[in-house]
C-alpha cells in the first residue's frame, strides 16, 4: 500500500520536545540530548535500568524497598521489584493539594461539577471505612455496576486502598453479561447506579442492578448510587444495602495499605465474544509504573493538565483515565454519547471550556465528525496538545481533517494496545515525528518485533505483533486460571517465552509501526496478506459508505470467498456505478489482489461492546459454524446483527448445495 505521507506529516517542535516531561526524564536516566530511538533502545535492552529509572524519576513512594528491578526475566511470571510493598491509591491521591481540580464530572447535556482534591480524598476515605465495616479487607472483590462518573474512580481508590480487588462493568452491559463477569470473582461488596444517560435518554437501570445483585450470592451488600435521580427500591434486594450519600460523607482519616509490588489492583475482562469473558489480573505495581510511563512520559501529564478521552468503564481506557490522578493532572469524566444527536459537537466544545490538554477518542469517532461535516474548529481547541486514539488503526485520511480542526500545535498520537497489559504497545511521544496513517515508535519498555512465519524479526514487512521481553503490567495470571494453561495458551502457545499479541503490523525501517489489525482475520488471497484495516481505510473513506467489513473464508472445496459488507450512507444506493467505485478505491488504494468477490449492503456491523469490529466470529458463522458456539450474544453490541449474518450464510450455502 502506497503511503500518501513518505515524509513525516509533522515533526515535534524543538521547543516543546526541550521542555517535555520525556527530556527532564531522559536528562535524569544520564541520557541528556539523546533521540527517542535511542532512548527507547535502551529501554528495552537494558530493562533493570529503565525501569528502575522510572521508579525513580516519579520518585515511588514505597514502604519497604524493592530488593532488585528485575528478580527474573520470563514470560509468563516475570517477577518484578521483588521485596517491594506499596499502594495505588496512595500514589493517586498524593499529588493533589486540597485546592486542586481533581476531576471533572461532564455528561452530554454540557454540565458538569468539579472534585477537589480535598472532597476527593474524604470522599475515598469514606467509602474505605464503609467498605471495611462491610467485611471488606485484602484480596476481597469489589465490583461497580457504574457509568462513567466520578463514582467509579471513588469507588476504585477505596477498594485499593484497602487491598481489595476491583473490576467494573458500563451498565449498557444487561446484567446476565455483568454477571458472566462478576459471578467469576465472587465479590463481596457490588457498587451500582440507578441509571444513566445515552443520546437524550435516561437508561433505567434499577432492574438490571437488582436482577444482578441476585445473580450475586457471595455479596454481602450493594451500595445504591443516586445518579440520574430514580428513587430505589432498598426492600426488594436479597442482601443489605446502603445509599452511596451514606457510604461517601462519613468523616474518616484514609490510610492505604500497603501490597507487595505483584498484588492484585483490579480485574478487567476480555470481550468474552467467545465464551465466559476471561479475567485478566494486573498488579498495583506494574500499573502505577506502566501509566506513569505512559500517561507521564508519552502524554506529557503534569500538574496543571486536563485529559478528556471518551471511554465506557468496562473499556481499558477507563483505567488510564483513573490513573491521570498518578500524574497530578485533573482526569475528567464523561457521561453520555460521545455525539448526541443534540449537539454532535458536544465533547469538542467541553474541551474548550474547559481547557483540556488532552484529548482521547477512536478512529471512528474522528472519521464520523467528518462524514457529517462537524468543524470542532468552531470551538477555541489552543489548550488541547495531545489528540489520542486508540481502539483500531487511524486511518491516514484522518490527520488533515485533525490538523485543520485542531491545529498545529497538537500533536496527534495514534496508540495500539490492548486490556490485556491495560496500556499501549506502539504510540507517540513529544519527541518523536508523526506519519500519517502510521503509529511513530514503539513505546519506551516495549520490546516490539514483527515476526515471520518461521518466527524471525522482519522489518518492511507484514508480520505477528509480539513483544519479546517483560512488561510490568502484563497479566499476574488470569482468573480461575491456577496452573497458567489459558494464560499460555492466549499469549505463548505459538512463540514460547514470547508474547504473541493477534495482530499484524509492519515495523518500517524509518522506527514507525502500522497496523493492519487482527492476524487470526487476515486476507490471504493466493498467498499474498493483507490486514483487513487496509480494505476498511479506504472504503471508509467514501463518502457513500457509513462503515464495512471485508472478511476471507476459507471454503470446503479449497475455494477463498471474500465478501465486503457495506453499511450505507442515508443516501446512497448499492447500485453498479457505487460497487465499481469501491473496487476502484481497494485496487488504487490498497491491493488489487484484494478486490472483494462481491459486495453486499448490510443494515449494520455487530461490535464488541469496546466498538471492535467482529471480524473472525462473522467469518466463522459465514463457515457455517452455529452461532452459539462463536459468539456470545451478551458480549455484542447489536446482536440482532448477528442473525443476520448467519441467514446470509444460510443462504450462500445453499445456493452452493
Not at 503511503?3 to 544520564?30: L, N, W
Not at 480485574?267 to 507521564?296: A, C, D, M
Not at 478505491?585 to 461490535?607: K, W
Amino acid at each position: 500500500m502506497t503511503r500518501p505521507y513518505p515524509a513525516p506529516f509533522t515533526t515535534p517542535d524543538p521547543r516543546a520536545v526541550a521542555d517535555s516531561r520525556i527530556m527532564h526524564f531522559a536528562r535524569h536516566a544520564g541520557m541528556n540530548g539523546t533521540d527517542y530511538a535511542a532512548l527507547h533502545h535502551w529501554s528495552v535492552t537494558d530493562l533493570e535500568g529503565f525501569w528502575g529509572a522510572v521508579w525513580d524519576y516519579f520518585d515511588i513512594d514505597a514502604d519497604t524497598p524493592y530488593e532488585q528491578v528485575l528478580a527474573e526475566e520470563r514470560m509468563p511470571g516475570a517477577r518484578w521489584f521483588p521485596g517491594a510493598t506499596l499502594n495505588y491509591t496512595h500514589h493517586a491521591l498524593r499529588n493533589l493539594t486540597d485546592d486542586t481540580v481533581a476531576i471533572i464530572a461532564l455528561d452530554e447535556t454540557g454540565s458538569g461539577y468539579e472534585v477537589t482534591g480535598k472532597r476527593l480524598r474524604a470522599q475515598v476515605a469514606s467509602v474505605a471505612a464503609t467498605l471495611r465495616d462491610l467485611g471488606v479487607g485484602k484480596g476481597d472483590r469489589v465490583v461497580g455496576y457504574l457509568p462513567n462518573t466520578p463514582h467509579a474512580i471513588v469507588a476504585f481508590l477505596a477498594a485499593a486502598s484497602l487491598g481489595a480487588v476491583w473490576s467494573v462493568c458500563g451498565q449498557d452491559y444487561a446484567p446476565k453479561a455483568a454477571a458472566d463477569r462478576f459471578a467469576q470473582l465472587e465479590p463481596t461488596v457490588l457498587i451500582s447506579a440507578d441509571g444513566y444517560l445515552f443520546n437524550g435518554t435516561t437508561h433505567d437501570r434499577r432492574d438490571a442492578t437488582l436482577e444482578l445483585t441476585c445473580a450475586l450470592p457471595t455479596l454481602k451488600a450493594t451500595v445504591l448510587v443516586d445518579h440520574v435521580g430514580l428513587p430505589w427500591a432498598p426492600q426488594a434486594y436479597p442482601s443489605p444495602v446502603m445509599p452511596w450519600e451514606d457510604a461517601s460523607t462519613r468523616t474518616e482519616e484514609l490510610t492505604c495499605t500497603p501490597v507487595p509490588f505483584d498484588h492484585p489492583l483490579w480485574v478487567v475482562f476480555s470481550s468474552g465474544t467467545t465464551g465466559l469473558p476471561k479475567g485478566i489480573v494486573h498488579g498495583h505495581g506494574g500499573v502505577l509504573l506502566e501509566h506513569l510511563k505512559t500517561l507521564g512520559l508519552h502524554s506529557d501529564l503534569c500538574p496543571g493538565d486536563r485529559l478528556l478521552w471518551y471511554t465506557t468503564t468496562h473499556w481499558m481506557m477507563w483505567n488510564l483515565v483513573a490513573s491521570t490522578l498518578l500524574t497530578g493532572a485533573t482526569t475528567c469524566t464523561y457521561d453520555g454519547s460521545p455525539a448526541p444527536f443534540a449537539k454532535l459537537d458536544v465533547l469538542w466544545e467541553l474541551a474548550a471550556s474547559h481547557r483540556v490538554t488532552v484529548f482521547g477518542t477512536s478512529p471512528q469517532y474522528l472519521l464520523g465528525m467528518a462524514k457529517y461535516g462537524v468543524a470542532p474548529s468552531a470551538h477555541d481547541l489552543s489548550s488541547i496538545r495531545v489528540v489520542g486514539c486508540t481502539g483500531s488503526a487511524l486511518p491516514a485520511s484522518a490527520y488533515p481533517w485533525v490538523r485543520h480542526h485542531v491545529g498545529d500545535h497538537a500533536l496527534l498520537a495514534s496508540i495500539s494496545g490492548g486490556t490485556d497489559v491495560v496500556s499501549g504497545f506502539a504510540g507517540s511521544a513529544p519527541n518523536t515525528p508523526v506519519w500519517a496513517g502510521e503509529l511513530s515508535a514503539p513505546h519506551l519498555g516495549v520490546a516490539l518485533a514483527a515476526y515471520d512465519a518461521e518466527g524471525l524479526p522482519i522489518v518492511d514487512q507484514v508480520g505477528e505483533l509480539v513483544v519479546t521481553r517483560p512488561m510490568p503490567s502484563m497479566p499476574l495470571y488470569f482468573w480461575n486460571d491456577p496452573d497458567d494453561t489459558r494464560y499460555r495458551d492466549a499469549y505463548f502457545s505459538s512463540h514460547p517465552g514470547v508474547w504473541r499479541h493477534g495482530d499484524w503490523i509492519t515495523l518500517t525501517s524509518h522506527g514507525s509501526v502500522i497496523v493492519h489489525g487482527r492476524s487470526d482475520s487476515t486476507l490471504n488471497r493466493n498467498g499474498v496478506r493483507l490486514g483487513s484495516a487496509d480494505i476498511h481505510d479506504v472504503v471508509e473513506r467514501l463518502s457513500e459508505i457509513t462503515e464495512a467489513l471485508v472478511i476471507g473464508a476459507e471454503e470446503p472445496d479449497g475455494g477463498y470467498w471474500m465478501p465486503l459488507f457495506v453499511v450505507l450512507a442515508a443516501d446512497a444506493t448499492l447500485d453498479d456505478p457505487l460497487r465499481e467505485k469501491i473496487k476502484e478505491a481497494i485496487r488504487t488504494g490498497a491491493s488489487p489482489r484484494h478486490v472483494p468477490d462481491e459486495i453486499l449492503e448490510v443494515p449494520g456491523i455487530p461490535h464488541t461492546r469496546t466498538g471492535k469490529k467482529l471480524e473472525v466470529p462473522v467469518k466463522r458463522i459465514l463457515q457455517g459454524a452455529p452461532v452459539e458456539q462463536v459468539v456470545n450474544p451478551a458480549a455484542v453490541d447489536a446482536p440482532d446483527l448477528i442473525d443476520h449474518f448467519a441467514h446470509l450464510g444460510a443462504e450462500r450455502r445453499g445456493r452452493s448445495a
